[in-house]
């Protein structure tokens, strides 16, 4: 059973109950405006209430009974907020005081599920009939307050916050070594280097990997058959890496290089790749020290056509243009993919994970140059401002039979041969 499956009947396939915030019953200890905002779900928001003891409460009916999580929908300039939550009358022991993260602007609308006591979700049970929700001001910073969501744990959508044992359990969906990753567990023979580790499977593939504090990782169990082999480790100026190839019948080889900060990918097959590649989808990212599984759909938004996306803070970028999938493996996962260059008889996918440097463009890029195809660590920057940042500059360029040449702003070179 994946993790957003709840282990009981409460938690399982409840309804979606949403009401806007704009439709409130009552306002009391103050007074709110309800402002026009095209950014907002229902075009409408309601703001204005910084000052302590404004409460704003909403009614909504119940068709099952059960216990919901909570999301919330908001603005907000602040670097934070906070709002106690009630239903009926009564403060929801765990909510008394929820901080609500600031979200950059009062244009941009985003969504929260809110947290418990043990860290994880907060269920909230709520019997047939009719109710109300009340959130009330606890400081002196307003919140432009979008629309409220109850739904049951099995719908994730905003980011999700993860208790202990819910984390064990999204471990138990994934591979061994993907799984030793999510629980803090570096391995001999991992990839590790600043704020960067690989998780290497037994069998010499990749299970897993995480870039600052961010977790990707795709579901599924071990199938033990090995699909790539370390041939060699790749040491050069400033970066660390395996170069992976696999069994010749296959005919395709992986470079991952790590500066400490952000992780490459250069893969090459002599012939067509499949039609599209895709980066292991994004799962969990820490915020202060405690999990939260990420939800794909805002992501995927984000995503659509672009070369680059952030994902908490980092960004993840590809020699072409993503086009992002939500596929489900018990809960929803993103997949960023795009196709493949194609020169001669090769065929070359890239990308790069990392924080993203300002000015300049520090996504990695790759276009065909003659018989080769070029791959470069940052599409735009120089190397004055490459050095400032401790950025080490290399490109790779992929030859027909699949072979690849490193070279680094230092003047280093490294050869690899075809698969």
Known sequence: MGLLLAATAAHAQLPEIRFEAEDFAQVTGGEVRVLDRPEASGGRCVSYWEEPGVALTCAFE??????????????????????????????????????????????????????????????????????TLTLANVDSRGVAWDYALLHGSETLPADAPLSDEELRELAEELPAAAARLLLGEVAEGDLHSGDVTVAMRSSGGVAAFRVGDVFFG???????????????????????GRWLAPPDRFGTAFVLLTDGASLYCCGARAGSMPPTRAVHPPLVQWRQGRPW?????????????????????????????????????????LALMWTPLSVGGATVAAW???????????????????EEVVVRSSGYMYPALAQFYGMPQFEVRVRPDASMTITTDAGEMLELPAP
């Open 62 to 131: 119940v068709t099952e009974t059960g216990e919901y999580c909570l999301t919330l929908g908001y603005a907000c300039q602040w670097p934070d907020t906070r709002r106690q939550v009630s239903i009926d009358g009564e403060v929801v022991p765990g909510l008394e005081d929820v901080l609500l993260p600031g979200t950059g602007s009062w244009a941009d609308f985003r969504a929260i599920t809110l947290a418990g006591p043990d860290g994880g979700r907060a269920r909230i049970p709520l019997t047939a009939g009719a109710h």
């Open 218 to 240: 795709m579901p599924g169990r071990d199938r033990g058959v090995a699909s790539e082999t370390i041939v060699r480790a790749v040491e050069l100026r400033g970066l660390h």
């Open 293 to 333: 599984l990420l939800a794909p759909e805002p992501l995927r938004r984000a995503a659509a056509g672009a070369r680059q996306v952030m994902i908490g803070d980092v960004a993840v970028s590809a020699d072409a243009r993503f086009r992002p999938s939500v596929a489900s493996a018990g809960f929803p996962i």
């Open 352 to 370: 790069k994970i990392g924080p993203p440097v300002t000015p300049g463009n520090s996504a990695i890029a790759g276009r065909v140059v003659g």
